[in-house]
């Protein structure tokens, strides 16, 4: 089993740190917390939306906190992350239309809160993922397809092999196909994030220097294997 807990070594310091200047918002969640909140999404994906090992599941959105828990959460219990054909989708507050049999909304509100009235048609998120047992338990390890995105697929016994990244770095919020890269990366070699969200390119070397954090440029590619480390 895919767990994030794993592959940090000390999971009580911050893992990912979540900037967005156009709510105010700052989380931070160490590998323990973000584990816990990975713990209780596996929970209601199994347990109420019925996905097991091979079921697929597409994000339709930037980087948040809370997408990269659901993808480390799909990871974790078998399911495929997607860019078409799929069964669960994750989307934002603006929802409106979509194609999978389940859909999910996210409110991106502070602190996870869920919404005053979820989109049409789509489960809230945050309303159901609080009451969500706090540990995962499955025997079963995860097996098949862990990635199938525009052409790349990458088998989960396949998922940490990727370039090590150990530094924290600090990006700004992009499509899932990025995010996932670097999700594998810092799976493989430990490091951590932070994600600065709706913030000038000031405001992001402020938040760098203050989480200690190296600041990756918006047109640079964090995989360029000669910055790994």
């Not at 917390?33 to 930037?62: C, F, M, P, Y």
């Not at 996210?106 to 945050?126: A, E």
């Amino acid at each position: 089993m895919i767990r994030l807990i794993d592959h940090i070594p000390d999971p009580s310091v911050p893992w990912i740190t979540y900037y967005d200047d156009a709510t105010g918002e700052r989380t931070e969640l160490s590998a323990r917390t973000a584990q816990n909140w990975i713990d209780k999404t596996s929970n209601l994906l199994v347990d109420e939306l019925d996905a097991e090992n091979g079921t697929r599941t597409r994000v339709h959105l930037d980087t948040h906190w809370q997408t990269l828990v659901w993808i480390l959460a799909s990871w974790q219990v078998g399911v495929t992350i997607c860019s078409r054909d799929a069964d669960i989708g994750l989307y934002g507050p603006d929802a409106q239309s979509a194609g999978e049999d389940t859909r999910i909304a996210l409110s991106l509100k502070p602190l996870g809160m869920p919404f005053d009235m979820p989109p049409d048609g789509f489960i809230d998120f945050n309303a159901e993922v609080r009451g969500q047992p706090d540990e995962f338990l499955d025997l079963d390890e995860p097996e098949g397809t862990a990635i199938d995105i525009a052409g790349q697929r990458v088998d989960f016994d396949r998922i940490t092999d990727a370039e090590p990244l150990s530094r924290r770095i600090l990006l700004t919020p992009d499509e899932q196909s990025r995010d996932i890269t670097v999700l594998r990366r810092l799976l493989a070699g430990g490091g951590s994030l932070v994600v600065a969200a709706h913030c000038s390119d000031e405001r992001r070397s402020q938040i760098a220097a203050t989480e200690r954090a190296e600041l990756v440029p918006a047109t640079h590619d964090p995989l360029d294997s000669s910055r790994s480390g």
